[in-house]
C-alpha cells in the first residue's frame, strides 16, 4: 500500500486508515479476519474514537486484533475525544486525560500514537487543552496530536497554547461533499459555491503541513447514505461505472481513488468491515486518475465549474 508522510510527525502511513466505528456490529471471528486482512494488505493505521460504541469498539478491536506488545510496535493507533453524546461537548484537561486513560485500558495498550479533539469546544480553554496535552506527552501515553472539525482559526487558537504540533485535521469529504474544494473555485463570485464556510481549510492545512483524513468518503450529506449505486445521483453513478470499468476495478475503488488524486496526500478514513469491500479500497491506494476523470467525477455529483 502507497505510504504518505503524516504531517510534521516523520512517520510514513499508508493513505487508507482503517475506521474502527462499525467493529462493534461484527462478531469477534469477523473482526479477527477482517484484521488480519487489514494487516496483510499493509493498512496498520487504526482509527478510534472514545464514543464509538460507547468504548466498546476499542475493547473489540484490542480483542480480535490479539493486542500484544510485539504486535503493538506494529501498528499505530489513533483516538479522538471531547463529545459527550446528547450533553455537550468537552475539552476540559481532567475530561482528556480521564478519556485517554480509558481507551488506553479499552486497547490494551500503554499509549496511543496519535489523540484527536474530536470536535470544537465552544467553551474550550486552550490553556486547559495544552494542560491535558503536556501530561499526556511527558507521560508517554500519547505521542502525537491532531483535531477533528477544526477551521483554520480554531486550529490557529489552539497551537498558540500547546506546545506539540497539530498533524492532522479529520475533515467530511467526499465527492458529495466537496465544499472544500468548491468555494476555492468559485472565488470572488456571487453563486451559492462561493460562501466560503470553513476559512479555506484544505490550503491551511496544505500550507501548515497538516494531514486531512476524510471521514465518510461514500457519504452524501450528513450521514444520509452512500452515494454509490443510490438512484438519487444517477449521473455520478453512471460516470463513476464507466470509469470502474476501463480499470477493472469497482465504482469503490474509483470513489476513494478520487480523494487520493489530489494533490493535498489525504488519508481518507475507511470505516467499512466488509473484507471484500475494503480490499476494493485498498485497490484505489495505487489508482491513479488523470485530469479528465477526476473532473469528469466531480461535475458528475452536481458541482459546477464557473
Known amino acids: 500500500m502507497k505510504k504518505i508522510a503524516l504531517g510534521k510527525t516523520g512517520l510514513l502511513v499508508p493513505n487508507i486508515a482503517v475506521g474502527c466505528m462499525r467493529i462493534h456490529d461484527i462478531e469477534k471471528a469477523l473482526a479477527e479476519r477482517f484484521l488480519e486482512n487489514a494487516l496483510a494488505r ?9 464514543i464509538y460504541g460507547g468504548g466498546v469498539c476499542e475493547e473489540r478491536f484490542a480483542d480480535a486484533i490479539h493486542m500484544t506488545a510485539s504486535l503493538r510496535e506494529k501498528i499505530i493507533i489513533q483516538s479522538k475525544c471531547g463529545i459527550r453524546p446528547g450533553i455537550d461537548y468537552n475539552s476540559t484537561k481532567d475530561y482528556i486525560v480521564t478519556s485517554v486513560d480509558n481507551s488506553l485500558k479499552r486497547l490494551k495498550t500503554d499509549y496511543l500514537d496519535i489523540l484527536l479533539i474530536h470536535r470544537p ?9 495544552a494542560e491535558a496535552f503536556e501530561i499526556l506527552h511527558n507521560s508517554g501515553k500519547v505521542r502525537y496530536f491532531g483535531v477533528s472539525n477544526f477551521n483554520p482559526m480554531q486550529i490557529q487558537l489552539l497551537q498558540k497554547y500547546v506546545k506539540q504540533p497539530l498533524h492532522i485535521n479529520q475533515l467530511q469529504f467526499s465527492i ?9 473555485l468559485h472565488v470572488n463570485m456571487s453563486d451559492e459555491d462561493a460562501v466560503n464556510r470553513d476559512g479555506s481549510v484544505l490550503d491551511f492545512c496544505r500550507l501548515n503541513d497538516m494531514t486531512i483524513q476524510p471521514w465518510s468518503p461514500f457519504q452524501h450529506g450528513f450521514f444520509n447514505g452512500v452515494f454509490l449505486g443510490n438512484e438519487k445521483f444517477p449521473e455520478l453513478n453512471a460516470a463513476i461505472d464507466k470509469i470502474a470499468e476501463k480499470y477493472g476495478v469497482s465504482s469503490t475503488t474509483i470513489a476513494l481513488a478520487w480523494i487520493l ?46
Open 121 to 129: 469546544d465552544p467553551l474550550m480553554e486552550p490553556e486547559e487543552v
Open 261 to 306: 488524486r489530489h494533490p493535498a496526500h489525504m488519508q481518507p478514513i475507511v470505516g467499512t468491515m466488509n473484507t471484500s469491500r475494503f480490499n476494493d479500497c485498498v485497490k484505489a491506494s495505487e489508482l491513479y486518475l488523470d485530469r479528465s476523470e477526476w473532473f469528469g467525477i466531480y461535475k458528475a455529483a452536481g458541482n459546477t465549474l464557473p
Open 42 to 50: 499493509g493498512a496498520n493505521f487504526f482509527d478510534h474514537a472514545d
Open 176 to 184: 458529495t461533499n466537496a465544499n472544500m474544494i468548491s468555494q476555492g
